[in-house]
Structures are given as structure tokens and as C-alpha cells.
């Protein structure tokens, strides 16, 4: 039943150690985005893909990348984690961009940099 | 000021309505949401209203908004413990060539017997 999927929940790295956080949707959906929540913040867009088209927020640190595969899959690289990007990851997606379409949420992946 | 505000806890008892606010200030908005995150889960849309409406009801939920004001806030009738969570208010914004949503801080509600 779950629509949007993200692996693992929770995640534990190291100071600088590359890390990888994963989503799948077995929605179809075309567009695919990436948040982060830090604690008692709003949930903040670092990109999106529209189909295999890639949008990057223009504030969003060259740490973050992203891949998508095909359809269902969608990838957040974190090249060198540092302290301040312990949070949750949060993954979303929609049909289309207009104002009416709704976004499904994952659970999120809470990363904890030590 | 941030783009989106919204208190940051609200309290009440059990079977009393609760009134969740927030501001805005980008009046251009189309779209406002209300969205509801449970502990450890992802977040989930509650309803949304379009900027030409003035309220919008859908069972316990009413959404009421004051463009003039920027304000939008969502009720909750006869408040239930399971209604406890943070609830996020949103708006659509435009961005790059993209709409995208803009987020508040959102509002705890703890909901005691």
C-alpha cells in the first residue's frame, strides 16, 4: 500500500563520508522532490525532477545531488556530510506542477551525522 | 519576516475546537495547503483552499482565508487525541520557472484529556 518508500529510515554516517538516501514511488508520478527538515524548521526544497528534467533550488549547498533513474527511483547524494546536515529527508511526489495536484510524502529519512 | 508564520504549540482539551493560524505575505499565492505530520512519519495533505475562495469545510476541517490580511487558518471540530501532531501551512510559490511549495515552521497541537 505504501505509495512513497524511502530507504532507510534511519541513517548514521561520519563526518565527510559520502552517504546516499533513497526514494521510490510506485505512483508513475512525473515529478519527484527532495526536502529537508531540520528540527522545528519548515520543510525546506533542495530539487526536483520533472520526468528526467533536473531543477535545482539556487540555494541548495553543491554538497547535494541527485539522480533519478527511471520513473520510480530517486536518488539524494550527500558527497561530504558535515554537522550541520543532520536532519530529516524528506521525499515527495506529484502527478504534475499545477496548483491543484497534490504531493504524497514519504516518511522521511532521519540522518544523523556523527 | 519569514515568508510563511505560524505559532509554534498550541494546547487544548480534548473535544474543544482548535484553531490553527497562519500569514503569509506574498499575496500572489494560488494555492494554500495544510499539511499533518505524525511522529515519525511523512507529511500528509489535509485539504487545501484556492485564493479565489473565501472558506472551505470538509467534515471537521474548515479552512478560512483573509487575502486581504494574508491569513489563513484551519479549524478543527470536537479535537481528538489522534489529532495531535505538527500541522504545516503552505503556499505555492513560483520559483525559477517552477511552482514549488513554500512551508511555515508549523504548529504543534498537543491534545490533553
Known amino acids: 500500500d505504501a505509495m512513497v518508500i524511502q530507504n532507510p529510515r534511519y541513517q548514521v554516517t561520519q563526518f565527510g563520508k559520502p552517504v546516499t538516501l533513497s526514494c521510490s514511488q510506485t505512483?508513475?508520478?512525473?515529478?519527484m522532490y527532495w526536502y529537508q527538515q531540520k528540527s522545528s524548521q519548515a520543510p525546506k526544497l533542495l530539487f526536483h525532477?520533472?520526468?528526467?528534467?533536473?531543477?535545482n533550488e539556487a540555494d541548495t549547498p553543491d554538497n547535494f545531488q541527485s539522480r533519478r533513474p527511471n520513473t520510480s527511483f530517486c536518488f539524494l547524494d550527500i558527497r561530504s556530510p558535515g554537522l550541520g546536515d543532520a536532519a530529516m529527508y524528506l521525499c515527495?511526489?506529484?502527478?504534475?506542477?499545477?496548483?491543484?495536484?497534490?504531493?504524497?510524502f514519504g516518511p522521511g529519512t532521519r540522518l544523523l551525522v556523527l | 519576516g519569514e515568508d510563511v508564520e505560524q505559532s509554534l504549540f498550541l494546547s487544548v482539551r480534548e473535544g474543544d475546537s482548535s484553531v490553527i493560524n497562519c500569514t503569509y505575505t506574498?499575496?500572489?499565492?494560488?494555492?494554500l495547503y495544510w499539511y499533518k505530520q505524525e511522529p515519525g512519519a511523512g507529511l500528509q495533505l489535509l485539504t487545501y483552499?484556492?485564493?479565489?475562495?473565501d472558506m472551505k469545510q470538509d467534515q471537521r476541517l474548515t479552512v478560512l482565508l483573509n487575502k486581504k490580511d494574508k491569513h489563513l487558518s484551519l479549524r478543527i471540530a470536537d479535537t481528538q487525541t489522534g489529532d495531535s501532531a505538527i500541522y504545516f501551512c503552505?503556499?505555492?510559490?513560483?520559483?525559477?520557472?517552477?511552482?514549488?511549495?513554500?512551508f511555515g515552521a508549523g504548529t504543534r497541537l498537543a491534545v490533553h484529556p
Open positions: 503552505a503556499r505555492r510559490g513560483f520559483s525559477g520557472g517552477y511552482n514549488k511549495l513554500i
Open positions: 515527495a511526489t506529484s502527478r504534475e506542477w499545477s496548483g491543484q495536484e497534490t504531493q504524497y
Open positions: 483552499i484556492f485564493s479565489n475562495m
Open positions: 505512483l508513475n508520478h512525473n515529478v
Open positions: 525532477y520533472y520526468d528526467k528534467d533536473f531543477n
Open positions: 506574498d499575496s500572489s499565492s494560488t494555492y
